[in-house]
């Protein structure tokens, strides 16, 4: 079940966002299987006239699959599996010190669980030389970090001075995108 949609708050919240903002090119990492966030962003994205562009970002295989098949009914909707992020860019990989220790963690889960977390996407990182942020230059109007809980802040470092606005989930009772939110409501611009 979609924890995004056209009737939740965030949801809600990002589509009337889009429709009155000049957004036009969107970028979503963690599309997951293309029913909850890529709905609501598509739908908001489809009511606008002119030229227009949503990449949704898909790591998983079975995740990519659904989400390509979900994605077919909007021409402008682009999906791609790939790792947002690459080894490299990779900054939390002292579970201890980066993650549990830090005043960045709003998990609600006990360490042991939040580290098994940790230590598979680690895992799985490891094996990535370049990700997609890595690999494009391109510039966004906005940007929606849900991917992996521990990519987040090395994903907004990324797209910082690329992206006009960022649609931040998880940014309070969790770890993935709860810095991203403090940087963001201390910064003036």
Known sequence: MAEITTSDGFGVAMGKCIKRYAIRKILEIGAFDGDGSRQVLAQALAAKKGEKILVSLEEKPERFKNLVANTRTYPFVRAVQASSLGWNSFSLR????????????????????????????????????????????????????????????????????????????????AFKAFRVRVELSQDPD
């Open 94 to 173: 002292d579970f201890e010190k980066d993650v549990w220790s830090s005043s960045f963690n709003g998990l609600r889960y006990p360490k042991e669980q939040v580290a098994g977390w940790h230590a598979e996407d680690t895992a799985r990182i490891s094996q990535v030389a370049h990700g997609f942020l890595e690999e494009s230059n391109e510039s966004w109007d906005a940007v929606l970090i849900d991917g992996g809980e521990f990519f987040g802040w090395d994903e907004f470092r990324l797209l910082r001075s690329r992206s006009r606005c960022f649609f931040l989930d998880d940014a309070f009772h």
